[in-house]
């Protein structure tokens, strides 16, 4: 009589056990969509005005709007840096300590962004002043 309690018994935990392991593999299976669903603004692809206040994504890239993301690898045009100079708070991360080359990635949050349909420069304005970035040609 024991054998076949533990016999009901050892399903339900068997059972339980596949539900956790569908679950875990459904939640692996939407991130890898999600993350393989990405698309990169190129020189086409206008940006409307978006106040950034976010992070950076883990891949280093900055979500527009889902599902474009913007590769944070663009350039600053040093233009004008008198003017840039004024506001430590930019100057100094943006042109004396960068880490990756004076990128969009030393730009502190928050920010406004915008591209134009068919340019290669990325707008920033941060603490009023324009910033300007030119995007990698691919």
Same mark, same amino acid.
């Given at each position: 009589?024991?054998?076949?309690? @533990?016999? @009901?018994?050892? #399903?339900?935990?068997?059972? #339980?056990?596949?539900?956790? =392991? =569908?679950?875990?593999?459904?939640?692996?299976?939407?991130?890898?969509? &999600?993350?393989?669903?990405? $698309? /990169?603004?190129?020189?086409?692809?206008?940006?409307?005005?978006?106040?950034?206040? #976010?992070?950076?994504?883990?891949?280093?890239? &900055?979500?527009?709007?889902?599902?474009?993301? &913007?590769?944070?690898?663009?350039?600053?045009?040093?233009?004008? /840096?008198? @003017?840039?100079? $004024?506001? !430590? !708070?930019?100057?100094?991360? +943006?042109?004396?300590?960068?880490?990756?080359?004076?990128? &969009?990635?030393?730009?502190? @949050?928050?920010? /406004? =962004?915008?591209?134009?349909?068919? !340019?290669?420069?990325?707008?920033?304005?941060?603490?009023?002043?324009? +910033?300007?970035?030119?995007?990698?040609?691919?």
């Amino acid at each position: 009589m024991s054998k076949k309690k @533990k016999h @009901k018994s050892r #399903w339900r935990y068997y059972y #339980w056990i596949m539900v956790i =392991i =569908i679950f875990v593999a459904l939640v692996f299976m939407v991130r890898f969509v &999600l993350n393989s669903s990405k $698309v /990169l603004v190129d020189k086409s692809t206008p940006i409307n005005p978006h106040y950034i206040e #976010w992070d950076l994504e883990r891949d280093g890239s &900055l979500r527009i709007n889902e599902p474009y993301f &913007l590769a944070t690898d663009i350039e600053f045009i040093q233009t004008d /840096l008198d @003017k840039l100079k $004024v506001d !430590s !708070s930019i100057y100094v991360p +943006l042109v004396k300590e960068s880490t990756s080359g004076s990128t &969009l990635k030393d730009v502190k @949050k928050p920010y /406004l =962004i915008w591209k134009n349909a068919n !340019s290669d420069t990325v707008h920033v304005v941060k603490n009023n002043i324009v +910033l300007k970035f030119k995007m990698n040609s691919d």
